[in-house]
């Protein structure tokens, strides 16, 4: 069960509890930091999922959660924040180290949605949005993680090529700094970001020419 923290809020009782744990050890930041970890720990343990989808596509996001698997049912009376789904086969709730942020992660381990949840009481929000094959590729390469390849949705030669979109991406930011340099002088931190999106461009490059050897072959 989600804690709807804040309707709960406007009982008198619970709230008296919020203003005595602000009081405590690490004052109000530290109470809605509790806050927002216990909504994790509810949100993943739960069988709900954010009504709100974000798609940034412009396409249908239910329709493409539906075409994976999942099922919804309708948004809760209570709490219309929230409503009952069911997940893919396979497919399981995953926490981060970040109290807004957990993950659903399909049968290969890979983090396939991206759900936020802010359960403090004075902005209660959440949402959920499918991760894209660039996100996921280029969170890999980042992270110093495998990519994980299949025969539908990370392609072998679906992944070259957002490699070599990354590649693209990361050309266009040292374009972009090396401009700002040449207008406004070539700093310490100029250099730096320059150095870094040139370092990244070279591993996406690298990881695309795998990947299309492997393909060719």
Same mark, same amino acid.
């Given at each position: 069960?989600?804690?709807?923290?804040?309707?709960?809020?406007?009982?008198?009782?619970?709230?008296?509890?919020?203003?005595?744990?602000?009081? =405590?050890? *690490? =004052?109000?930041? #530290?109470?809605? $930091?509790?806050?927002?970890?216990?909504?994790?720990?509810?949100? /993943?343990?739960?069988?709900?999922?954010?009504? %709100?989808?974000?798609?940034?596509?412009?396409?249908? @996001?239910?329709?493409?959660?539906?075409?994976?698997?999942?099922? &919804?049912?309708?948004?809760?009376?209570?709490?219309?924040?929230?409503?009952?789904?069911?997940?893919?086969?396979?497919?399981?709730?995953?926490?981060? +180290?970040? +109290?807004?942020?957990?993950?659903? /992660?399909? %049968?290969? *381990?890979?983090?396939?949605?991206?759900? &936020?949840?802010?359960?403090?009481?004075?902005?209660?929000?959440?949402?959920?949005?499918?991760?894209?094959? &660039?996100?996921?590729?280029?969170?890999?390469?980042?992270? *110093?993680?495998?990519?994980?390849? +299949?025969?539908?949705?990370?392609?072998?030669?679906? /992944?070259? $090529?957002?490699?070599?979109?990354?590649?693209?991406?990361? #050309?266009?930011?040292?374009?972009?700094?090396? !401009?700002? *340099?040449?207008? @406004? @002088?070539?700093?310490?931190?100029?250099?730096?970001?320059?150095?870094?999106?040139? !370092?990244?461009? +070279?591993? &996406?490059?690298?990881?695309? $020419?795998?990947?299309?050897?492997?393909?060719?072959?």
């Amino acid at each position: 069960m989600i804690e709807n923290t804040s309707e709960n809020m406007k009982d008198p009782a619970n709230a008296l509890l919020m203003l005595a744990a602000s009081m =405590g050890p *690490g =004052g109000s930041d #530290q109470a809605i $930091a509790e806050q927002e970890r216990a909504g994790q720990t509810q949100l /993943v343990n739960s069988d709900r999922l954010p009504a %709100q989808i974000e798609d940034h596509t412009g396409s249908d @996001g239910q329709t493409a959660f539906e075409a994976l698997g999942f099922t &919804f049912g309708k948004p809760d009376a209570r709490d219309p924040l929230f409503r009952p789904a069911t997940l893919p086969e396979g497919w399981k709730r995953e926490a981060s +180290d970040h +109290d807004m942020w957990s993950y659903l /992660v399909d %049968q290969l *381990g890979r983090r396939r949605v991206a759900i &936020f949840y802010k359960a403090a009481f004075y902005d209660r929000r959440a949402f959920m949005s499918l991760n894209t094959l &660039f996100g996921y590729v280029t969170e890999c390469v980042r992270q *110093g993680k495998d990519i994980v390849t +299949d025969d539908e949705w990370a392609t072998r030669t679906a /992944v070259a $090529a957002e490699l070599r979109r990354a590649v693209e991406r990361e #050309q266009e930011s040292v374009n972009s700094w090396m !401009a700002i *340099g040449e207008r @406004g @002088g070539m700093d310490d931190s100029i250099r730096k970001y320059v150095a870094e999106h040139c !370092a990244y461009r +070279d591993k &996406f490059a690298a990881l695309a $020419a795998r990947f299309e050897a492997v393909t060719e072959a």
